[in-house]
């Protein structure tokens, strides 16, 4: 369109003027624009949701048009005085088809990057372990706690190793070889369990200088080598280097049946060294080869803190000191290596372990009356919590005693007791 020439020299300045307005605003959105793309490019790039994108892109977007207005009713302003221009207009339109085909684009990568965020990841919280190597110390059959915890993190993907007490290596061996654990070993998707070594183990030994001669002629001791606790933990790192989870599954009280009081200076200090001092020993000498933030349990009971007529022979004071053990533990590995140190204060299970004790086909029907969950405990349990407690989602937990026992441990008295017997207590009816 041409201009009168009397108003030409008005027109150019004043179109100079709407169009450096116009290109100014354009920077300014630009720089913004392109500084959010970069910034949903980064939240997507992590797996976050972007739910908050569109909704924000909107907003940008009213912004704009609110400002789009603005410079039209400029240019309306110009127009009743015949000062449109050509330039204007297509500064305008051409920031338009620019801004809408990028909202466009915008909108599929906000959408594609949603939904593969879905398609990777599943809508349960899982408890993965692959890439992980755990080392369980004490597992010499199929129907104990450390089978039970070895599966769960065999489940979850870790490698497995474990030790094995020297006395029962051959038989454990044996039965893993010709399928007897098969059964036992099978997973959640229908694979069996995978042991990729076996090392035999007898943690009441921190190195071959303290077994004494009669062990060391020990007919079931013999043929076995590098089974002292130091000597397990250089067997392991020249085999595999390093391990992230260390589980001790251990504990012996040789007098357990005995009454505190008739309990000898001897009976006592073994149990202490067999169930508690153990596990200090195992972890200071496996400490230089757990993985920075790896985990490290143990297993505890409630006559730590509880009377349990019965279990005697200094267990009661052996799983006291564990349970102290772990919290100083916590503290030293966690502030040398970031590894976290909880235990497992477990209910009763029919384990061969456990029917030493002789009465805890007991124990398991007190349990069944008077915790607040009134089932049998199972292995599987106890195993699944040790997963959790070896994986991601408990790392911010250390130092602590986890009961994994239906309840028990919350009672203050037996409801099964007679003086009970008026009130109307809930009780399980299947």
């Known amino acids: 369109m041409k201009l009168p020439p009397k108003k030409k020299h008005l027109l150019s300045s004043e179109a100079h003027s709407v169009a450096l307005k116009i290109l100014a605003f354009t920077l ?26 569109r909704p924000c892109f909107s907003s940008s977007r009213r912004v704009f048009r609110s400002g789009a207005a603005m410079l039209h009713g400029n240019v309306k ?55 992980k190597r755990a080392f369980i110390a004490g597992v010499a059959d199929d129907n104990g706690y450390g089978w039970a915890i070895a599966k ?14 020297v006395p029962a290596l051959n038989i454990f061996e044996s039965s893993l070889r010709r399928g007897k654990f098969d059964e036992s070993r099978v997973l959640p998707d229908g694979s069996l369990m995978e042991i990729t070594k076996v090392y035999p183990l007898d943690a009441v030994f921190d190195n071959p200088d303290d077994v004494p001669e009669e062990v060391k002629a020990n007919k079931r001791y013999a043929g076995s080598s590098n089974w002292t606790v130091q000597e397990a933990a250089e067997a392991v790192k020249n085999d595999f280097g390093s391990i992230d989870i260390l589980v001790h599954s251990l504990a012996n009280g040789p007098e357990v049946t005995k009454p505190l009081l008739e309990t000898s200076r001897k009976g006592y200090l073994a149990a202490i060294s067999a169930s508690s001092y153990s596990y200090v020993s195992l972890l200071k000498h496996f400490l230089p080869i757990i993985n920075p933030g790896g985990s490290s349990l143990s297993l505890t009971y409630i006559a730590s803190e509880r009377i349990i007529p019965g279990y005697g022979g200094g267990m009661s004071s052996a799983k006291a000191a564990l349970e102290s053990d772990t919290r100083v ?21 029919r384990s061969r372990a456990a029917k030493a004790i ?33 994986s991601p989602l408990a790392s911010a937990i250390t130092g ?4 994994v026992d239906n309840g028990l441990n919350t009672m203050g008295v037996g409801v099964d007791s007679p003086i009970f017997e008026k009130l109307d207590i809930p009780k399980d009816q299947h």
């Open 28 to 53: 300014a959105l630009s720089i913004a624009k392109r500084f959010y793309l970069l910034k949903m490019a980064t939240t997507a790039a992590s797996g976050l949701q972007m739910a908050t994108a």
């Open 77 to 131: 302003v110009v127009s009743s005085s015949k000062l449109s221009s050509v330039c204007h207009k297509s500064s305008v339109q051409t920031f338009q088809r620019s801004f809408t085909s990028s909202s466009l684009k915008m909108s599929k990568f906000v959408t594609k990057a949603m939904a593969g965020s879905s398609e990777n990841k599943s809508s349960r919280l899982p408890i993965n372990l692959k890439g």
């Open 152 to 165: 769960s993190l065999a489940a979850a993907g870790a490698e497995i190793l474990v030790g094995t007490w």
């Open 329 to 349: 533990l916590a503290f030293e590995a966690g502030r040398k290596k970031k590894i976290r140190v909880n235990t497992i204060s477990a209910g009763p299970l």
């Open 358 to 390: 002789g009465f805890i086909d007991m124990m398991i029907d007190y349990s069944l009356v008077n915790a607040p969950l009134q089932k049998e405990l199972s292995a599987e349990e106890i195993g699944n919590t040790a997963a959790f407690l070896a």
């Open 400 to 403: 602590s005693v986890i009961y």
